[in-house]
Every structure is written in C-alpha cells, then in structure tokens.
C-alpha cells in the first residue's frame, strides 16, 4: 500500500503548481484594481565624501564645542580615542562654504571597522567618547544644521543619568521644512543608555536627509514611558537606517507617535534595512536572566504616521506581553494629540525580513480608532511579503499568537509567501470590512481558529463579512478543513506533509522533487530571496546555512 504521506504530498505538488488558475472570474474582477505601495522616492545618500578642509585635532582636556563651532564645511574633526569629552554640543547652522563636517575617531583607517561592518561594545576603546548629564540629551542640532557626519564616536549619559535623547537631529519645534536638521549621518557609532536609570532613545530623527548606519543603540528603557533606539515624528526625510543593532524598550524603531509641528507633514520615504531589532531577556519578568526593573515593554518596529517605507532584510526578535499584548510589528496610524488630522500609514513593503520570538505577529489598524473617523487618514497600500514568522505566541511570550492582525478597514493590503510558525490565529479581523485584500501562497498551521472573523466565525464567513472583495487562494492551512474555505487553498493534516527540506531545525525551504528534479515552489517564503535580502545576518539563520539546497528557490 502506498503510504497516505506520500500521496498526500503528490496531491500538494500539484495543487502548488497549478491551482491558482482555477481561482473564480469573480475574485479576479474583484482585485483588478487593488493598488501596490509606491516604494520610496529618494534615499539618503551615505557615500563617504573625502575631506577638503582642515584637519582639526582634539584631545583628553580640549574644547570640543570650541572645535565644532569654529569648524568650515570640509573640516575633518579627530577626537582622541578613549578620551572623554563633557556636554552637551550643539551643532552650529553653518551658512558659508559646502562639504561635510566629519567628527571621528583618531583610529579611524588603522584598527577601526571598515564603511559597511557594524560595530558594537567591543569596539568602544578605539572611540572617544562624548557624554552629558545636564539638559535633554548629549549631541543637539541647531534649527538648519547641515552636512554632520559622526564616525567611530560613543555616546553615553553620565553614569546615573537618565537623559530624554541621546542625539536630538531636530526638536519637532521648527516653522517650516527650511529649518529641519538635515544631511546628518550617524556612523558606526555606539550609543547606549544608562544600563541603571535608562534613557528615553539614542536618535530623533526629525529632519531631512537623516541616516543611521553600521551602528549599535543600546540599552533605551524607563518604566512608565515609551522608550526607543530611534524614533522620528517631526521631520520630512528621507531617513535611512541600514545595519544596525536596535535595542528599546517601548519600541526599537518608531514612526509617528507625536504631532508634527508643521501642518501636513508626514514622515517620508524611510529607509530600514538589514538591521536587528531586539529586546534582551534580562529586561523579562520571569525570566532566568531578569534584572528586576520591570521596563515598559511594548514592540518591535511601529509606523504610526510614516508614507513609502520600505522594511526589508531585518531580523525582529523577543517581545513579549507586557504593556501591550504582544505584538511585534504594528501599523496603527495615530493622529497621536489630536492635532494632526492628515496623519497616514500609507505605502509600507515589509519585506524578506525574519520575526521571532514575540506573543504576536503584525496589527493593522486601518482607521484611527481613539479619534472620530474623519480625524486620521486610512491605512492604505500594504504589502507583506516573503517574510518568515518563527515562534510566535506560546506561555513564554504570552499573547494570542495571532499572526496577522486587521482592524477598522484597511485597502489595499496584500499578504503573500509568508512562512508562519505561530500558536493562534492565522489572520483575526474586526471593526468596518477591508477592501481589496489579497492573502496568497502563504503557509501557516490553522490551529484551532484559521481565518477568524469577530462574532462570524471561521473561514468563508469572515471573508465575507470583512474581506468582501478579497482574493485568498493557494495558502496551505495546515490542519485545516477545506470546506470551510473558498476553492483554491490546500490543507494539509500535518506538519509532516509539507516537504520543508528540515523544519526541525529551522530550514523552511520547500524541497520538491519528482521524477528525479528539484522544481521550485510557489508557496511559503522564498528563502534565496529572503537570505539575499538579509545580507551579512544570514550568516546566523538556519534557513540560510544548508548549502546543499541553494538551488531549491533559484
């Protein structure tokens, strides 16, 4: 007898490779229209440009704000390494002259990393190191600053001190976009908090032309408050914020979140890439490794007010419920104070990044739903795509384990070639329907709930009520009951029936071969494209070390 596996997995061949085309006339009318996110306009150009003034050197004793203010566009400033400079300083509107003002380490190009290699704590003794304990943070730009880039410098509270923002590139008090902070780069920096008292966040970033690369931001944490690595709401971008290790405790990286001072501004054309985002255990309550300070602990990433982002080749990990319940990744548009009517999460890709470890996946929230419907804009073009969601929910992380969230009516969503390992939900809707959805070639266990819709039920009444217009086809629902759901979608009785190359230890990519060739599958995550796309943090995902299937996905 042949065995019911091999079948089965047969059957899912066939079904993977060719039943999208027997999706009905109806959806495919319905979708016709749906809209895909406009990608960024421009990017904040990091390219390091040579000196072409002075060099001015500054050590252990020296004035360093006397360096900065008498500094002309092309001076290079050279800190002494392991030296210690007292704050704050302010960042001077430079009017005359053109190039960049360079403020870096004495190591640089001996035994300092390379352009493009993150650094992180070990590398503090080939810094300087700049610190305050006196006003609202170490490093502030005046109304105008311009062409700033820091290279190979720590930046620190004075031991006990809890300070609001490390590096302020912008007050959100400016009048008009000519007087935002702009052209500022933070490179291979080290900036972290008080490891005791905390600090609210490491960089604003409320500006134009803002990057934050090769970087490692620590230890942002209070108990009571939203805490950040980075945070920006009050400039006009582009920002960029490439390489980095992320570490807040309210949200690692966030967009939105206050009013913009000035009318309709939204925080644009972003940047995220190649980063690591993360919460240490040591902040979790019940945990081998707590402190004892419970910190207030909300998420990972969150656009609040944010137009054309793009998230791609990240990995987001450890968040728990605490002050929120859970979520790793939120996309909850918030006309925050009440203030700013035109507030928007519109045009995001989040893209080939890995998310683990976290009570939940993604919330989306298409209205505003602290204010009255005509008091923020709605959460539109969203594309999530090839993204793979590995330990979500459980006791460990509390949570619903909902892997992706849809409320008040979004437009314009698509949710596709997802690979997700959660314990609840696949998708949970409530509130007004959502227009023109697509949720395609995705792979997640069904657990108990599947598809769910508030007070409908499961499968084809929740599409009905909340995704009336919606394409959901060739998702494999693992554990599933077919006749719940529309033609077009596999359901498989186990884990064990998906021909993953080696699940059991984190290897997602989907090993197909019949008669004697490997062909390429169309569901769950492209692992070629997502390992290309997370570059040098490859190297430490399961998914991406088998060498013997990199031709899987080609």
């Known amino acids: 007898m042949i065995p019911y596996s091999m079948i089965w997995n047969s059957w899912l061949l066939l079904f ?10 109806t959806q495919a009318l319905a979708h016709q229209n749906a809209l895909l996110p406009e990608p960024p306009r421009e990017f904040v150009d990091t390219t390091l440009a040579p000196s072409t003034g002075h060099t001015i050197q500054v050590r252990e004793g020296d004035d360093l704000q006397d360096a900065i203010d008498v500094a002309q566009p092309g001076d290079t400033i050279v800190l002494e390494a392991g030296a210690t400079f007292k704050g704050p300083f302010t960042l001077p509107n430079k009017n005359t002259g053109s190039g960049w003002i360079t403020i870096r380490t004495s190591t640089l190009g001996r035994d300092f990393p390379a352009p493009g290699t993150r650094v992180g704590p070990s590398h503090a003794s080939l810094m300087p190191k700049l610190i305050s304990w006196k006003g609202e943070g170490v490093v502030l730009a005046e109304r ?18 809890y300070l609001y923002s490390l590096m302020w590139f912008g007050t959100n008090r400016e009048r008009g976009l000519d007087e935002l902070p702009h052209h500022i780069i933070v490179d291979r920096c080290y900036i972290h908090g008080d490891p005791k008292t905390g600090s609210r966040r490491g960089v604003a970033l409320n500006g134009r032309h803002l990057a934050v690369i090769d970087s490692y931001i620590s230890d942002f944490k209070e108990v009571g408050g939203d805490s950040q690595a980075i945070l920006g709401w009050g400039g006009a971008g582009p920002f960029k914020i490439v390489n980095n290790y992320l570490e807040g405790a309210g949200e690692n990286v966030m967009f939105g979140g206050g009013d913009p001072f000035i009318k309709d501004l939204v925080p644009s054309d972003i940047e995220v890439r190649g980063n690591q985002m993360a919460k240490p255990l040591k902040w979790k309550k019940n945990d081998p490794s707590y402190e004892g300070t419970a910190w207030t602990v909300k998420n990972l990433f969150e656009l609040k007010n944010a137009r054309r982002v793009l998230v791609e080749g990240n990995v987001l990990e450890y968040n728990w419920e605490e002050s929120q319940s859970g979520f790793a990744v939120l996309f909850t548009v918030r006309n925050q104070d009440g203030k700013a009517p035109w507030s928007a999460v519109e045009d995001v890709q989040f893209l080939n990044n890995i998310i683990r470890h976290s009570g939940s996946g993604i919330n989306l929230l298409g209205h505003d739903n602290n204010r009255p419907p005509d008091q923020s804009q709605e959460t539109k073009r969203i594309l999530i795509q090839n993204n793979l969601w590995e330990d979500i929910g459980g ?41 023109r959805f697509t949720f395609r070639n995705n792979i997640a266990p069904h657990n108990e709930y599947g598809i769910y819709g508030n007070d409908v039920g499961i499968g084809t009444p929740a599409l009905q009520t909340y995704f009336p217009d919606s394409v959901v086809t060739d998702n494999v629902l693992i554990g599933g009951d077919e006749r719940r759901y529309p033609a077009g979608n596999s359901f498989p009785p186990s884990w064990d029936d998906v021909p993953f190359v080696d699940r059991k230890n984190g290897d997602y990519r989907l090993a197909a071969v ?6 390429k599958m169309t569901s769950g995550v492209d692992a070629s494209a997502l390992c290309h796309a997370l570059g040098p943090l490859s190297r430490q ?14």
Not at 16 to 25: D, E, F, I, R, T
Request: proline share 3%; with cysteine; charged share 20%.
């Open 541 to 554: 995902q399961a998914v991406c070390r088998s060498d013997s299937v990199k031709a899987l996905n080609k």
């Open 395 to 435: 006791e460990r992380w509390g949570g619903r384990g909902i892997l992706f969230q849809m409320l008040e009516g979004t437009s314009d969503v698509t949710i596709e070639r997802n690979t997700g390992l959660q314990k609840g939900y696949v998708l949970f809707s409530m509130g007004p329907p959502h227009r």
């Open 144 to 161: 105008g600053a311009h062409h700033y880039r820091f290279i190979g410098v720590e930046v620190t509270p004075y031991e006990g001190t």
């Open 16 to 25: 993977m490779a060719g039943l999208a085309a027997c999706q009905s006339a």
């Open 514 to 519: 019949r008669n004697g060739k490997t062909e």
